[in-house]
């Protein structure tokens, strides 16, 4: 009896620090990303630019619409290759690429072949997280996915507010290389964890089921499509504000990119922070999920609309109405992240896999919606169309059947 206790014990301070390792590298890959996301559209646009096409805004977004859509076919298939060599070396492979694009963004010329870095650089990316939640599926218990999954957006927040903030000090007008050197820097470290502790992984029996039978399974279960509706939302949210507002405060209210990153963006993201553990541990025992998703879309609908009737380019403006966004956002994205591992494991990775997608999906979709959409109208309007279609989402929270 002694010594099953003692096996179990041992079991379970293997998992610990298993899952510690998993912190740290989410960490450092949230680093890695907020290190040069927010510049990234003004550098694709300064890209297009060199080929002589100046349709800001629009051309910027069919770059972020190709890479979305390479991914999302990537993601559709990646139960058959998991099935095949393991998520272990998945994540070898595409970290190691990551930061090869990385370097190639650095010191490649020619603007066709910087889009084709980039281009890669954004699918590694969106890989690695899929690779990441995946090992902490398979370490976490479904008590406690509200903690760990606080745990690990606010590792993901701290690291979007301290990125950006060290960017603003690094960053000089066009600068970008140095914020891309930076990112690729950050991922060796993973690469070794990774190599050195993941090495002997063992995978889970992950489930191959063909991607129409998911979605019909997704349609068939209505609490688990709401959620997916709630973050395909959210992600749509996110591909607006990453790539449009950074070049609408550069370009049109004239805001210098350091302070953009430097001050803006810091405290836009503090809601991530400090709302990411409280929210799942309120979600795990005290409300559930459907009323802080409700308020979230809310909140985020209402702050993102007011944005088209700024007119100042005053700094406390833009970081207040910003940082409500957020409010917003982070309330969503804590609920639907909860909500949708608290209904699955480690062995659906056809629904984790289908989750992941809404990622590349939204930038795809987005990108292409906000294209035409400045065909018509003025660029301001993005913030009132975009406010709107959020506060949609009450129409899946209000329905959502909580887990408590």
Not at 300 to 319: A, C, D, E, H, K
Request: glycine fraction near 4%; charge should be positive; proline fraction near 3%.
């Amino acid at each position: 009896m002694e010594m099953n206790l003692k096996k179990i014990d041992n079991i379970h301070q293997s998992k610990q620090k298993i899952l510690l390792v998993l912190y740290a590298m989410v960490f450092l890959t949230a680093f890695h990303i907020a290190s040069s996301l927010y510049i990234e559209s003004s550098f694709v646009n300064s890209a297009v630019k060199q080929l002589s096409i100046n349709k800001i805004g629009t051309l910027v977004g069919l770059v972020y619409a190709t890479a979305s859509f390479i991914t999302l076919i990537t993601l559709i298939h990646i139960p058959k290759i998991l099935r095949k060599i393991g998520n272990f070396r998945i994540s070898i492979y595409v970290v190691f690429i990551e930061i090869l694009s990385l370097l190639g963004l650095i010191v490649l010329q020619s603007p066709i072949f910087l889009i084709l870095m980039f281009i890669i650089h954004s699918i590694m990316s969106s890989l690695f997280i899929f690779n990441l939640d995946l090992f902490l599926e398979n370490f976490s218990q479904n008590k406690n996915t509200g903690a760990l999954r606080g745990i690990v957006l606010t590792s993901y927040s701290v690291a979007f507010v301290l990125a950006p903030f060290l960017a603003g000090f690094i960053l000089t007008d066009g600068d970008f290389w140095k914020l891309f050197f930076v990112s690729a820097l950050v991922m060796v470290p993973v690469l070794l964890l990774l190599y050195f502790q993941f090495r002997n992984y063992k995978d889970p029996i992950y489930d191959n089921v063909p991607f129409f039978k998911t979605l019909k399974e997704i349609q068939q279960r209505k609490n688990i499509y709401k959620i997916m509706m709630s973050s395909f939302l959210l992600k749509f949210f996110y591909s607006w504000m990453i790539i449009y507002t950074p070049i609408y405060l550069y370009q049109e209210m004239n805001i210098p990119m350091s302070q953009i990153l430097g001050i803006i963006t810091p405290i836009m993201l503090l809601p991530f922070i400090f709302s990411g553990i409280p929210l799942g541990k309120i979600a795990d025992k005290i409300l559930g999920e459907k009323e802080i998703l409700t308020i979230g879309f809310l909140v985020m609908g209402i702050s993102t609309m007011s944005l088209s009737f700024v007119t100042s380019s005053s700094l406390l403006v833009w970081t207040l109405l910003l940082f409500l966004t957020r409010i917003g956002a982070s309330c969503v994205e804590m609920m639907t992240e909860t909500y949708f591992y608290k209904k699955i494991d480690a062995t659906d990775t056809h629904l984790i896999g289908f989750f992941k997608t809404l990622i590349p999906l939204a930038y795809l979709v987005g990108p292409l919606v906000a294209t035409v959409f400045l065909g018509y109208f003025e660029y301001k309007f993005l913030f009132m169309a975009l406010g709107i279609i959020m506060l949609t989402g009450t129409r899946h929270s209000l329905t959502l059947r909580d887990t408590l």
